[in-house]
Each structure stands twice: as C-alpha cells, then as structure tokens.
C-alpha cells in the first residue's frame, strides 16, 4: 500500500495567519491527491481534489499544489471556522486506498 | 442538494453481525459509485470498501475482507454494509461517502453520510 505521511501532525495558529500542511506520498501518485476537512463530530469535507483544483463551494483561501510524492495544502488567511483537523488521501489506486493521518489545526 | 444518511450502528458482540444503510437523495444514484470509510474513536479515517454504480463491481480493505460485504439497491437509492464476524478493532464511525465520478481508479469523495457508530464490546 501507499504509505501518506502529514506534517505536522498538529499546529497552533492564529486567525489571520498563513497556514501549510504536507502530505509525502511513499511513492509517485502524479497528482491523484485529494485533501479533506473535518470538525469534531462531523464528517469529512472534500476541499481540494486533484492535488490543486478547488471543490465547488470551497472558500478561495485554501489552496493546493504538489504532484509526484510531496503536496502542500495552504490557507492564506486562517479564518475562525477554519480550525479542524485536516487528512491528505492518495486516489492513485483504489486498491490500498489510503488517507494521511491528519493534521489538527488549533488556536 | 445532494444528501447522505447514514444508520443501522449498534452495539454489538465480537463475533457479531450488523447491517448498515445509507440512504441517498438529491443525485442520480446509479451514475455514482459509493464509499464505506470508517474512523475509530480519535483516529484517523480507513477506506473500507467500495461498489460501482451498477453494483457489478466491488472492492474491500484487506482488513475486511471476508467479513464486510458491500451492496446497493438503487431502486431504493440505498446503500448496505453487511458486516459478519465483528471484531473489537471494526469499533468505529462508519461513513458513507459518494464518489465524485463513476467506478475507477481514482477516487474522490465529495460527499458523505454523517455517520453511524459501531462499538464492537462484550
């Protein structure tokens, strides 16, 4: 299987500030990297598909890049709904399927 | 607008059995393959399986394989997990998710049921 790493695992921000997350693939998955939001008791919201593309709906702060193994999920300006906790998925393959192991965002 | 409502999580034993159910509304539900995910308490989110749009084609996580088996009726726009032989690490918030696009390779969910709980327990 894929393997998907996030980094950090956690960080503390403050409303305003320029968020970055990474996710690093064990192996090449071109752009086939999807990133989701989830807040506590909630399901998980699709942000970004596609390493860079912008799910309908999603405010334009968020932003993605990354192809091959290493990707970047950006907020320009964290906003207050915002805090949450954050998962890369890898759709290379569904075969092994995986998500990264999250990254939680807190004042 | 396109809704997901997930139910059927129970208490049950290991060894155990339990259907879970997935209603959908607001898409042509035959043109879309659909998702199990789960996530046990505090942890991250596990793909569990998947079927396609016609129910032909289906796929599980090696961790369910054998136990889990995943179907659809779409003339009731509904989607099933039926999970046998439960175990105490199958403990989890089971999702349904919808695929963005028809059975493939690469899957993207966009959106998802809210969730049922499943603690596997004596």
């Known amino acids: 299987d894929i393997q998907m790493t996030q980094s950090p695992s956690s960080l503390s921000a403050s409303v305003g500030d320029r968020v970055t997350i990474t996710c690093r693939a064990s192996q090449s998955i071109s752009n086939y990297l999807n990133w989701y939001q989830q807040k506590p008791g909630k399901a998980p919201k699709l942000l970004i598909y596609?390493?860079?593309t912008l799910q309908s709906g999603v405010p334009s702060r968020f932003s993605g890049s990354g192809s091959g193994t290493d990707f970047t999920l950006t907020i320009s300006s964290l906003q207050p709904e915002d805090f949450a906790t954050y998962y890369c998925q890898q759709s290379y393959s569904i075969r092994g399927l995986t998500f990264g192991g999250g990254t939680r965002v807190e004042i | 607008e396109v809704q997901l409502l997930d139910s059927g999580g129970d208490l049950v034993q290991p060894g155990g059995s339990l259907r879970l159910s997935c209603a959908a509304s607001g898409f042509t539900f035959t043109n879309y393959a659909m998702n199990w995910v789960r996530q046990a308490p505090g942890k991250g989110l596990e793909w569990v399986s998947v079927?396609?749009?016609?129910?032909?084609?289906?796929d599980y996580a090696d961790s369910v394989k054998g136990r889990f088996t995943i179907s659809r009726d779409n003339s009731k726009n509904t989607l099933y997990l039926q999970m046998n032989n439960l175990r105490a690490e199958d403990t989890a918030v089971y999702f349904c998710?919808?695929?963005?696009?028809?059975?493939?390779?690469?899957?993207?969910?966009?959106?998802w049921g809210q969730g049922t709980l499943v603690p596997v327990s004596s």
């Open positions: 998710a919808k695929d963005r696009g028809p059975y493939g390779d690469h899957p993207i969910f966009d959106y």
């Open positions: 596609a390493a860079y």
């Open positions: 079927i396609s749009g016609s129910g032909g084609s289906t």
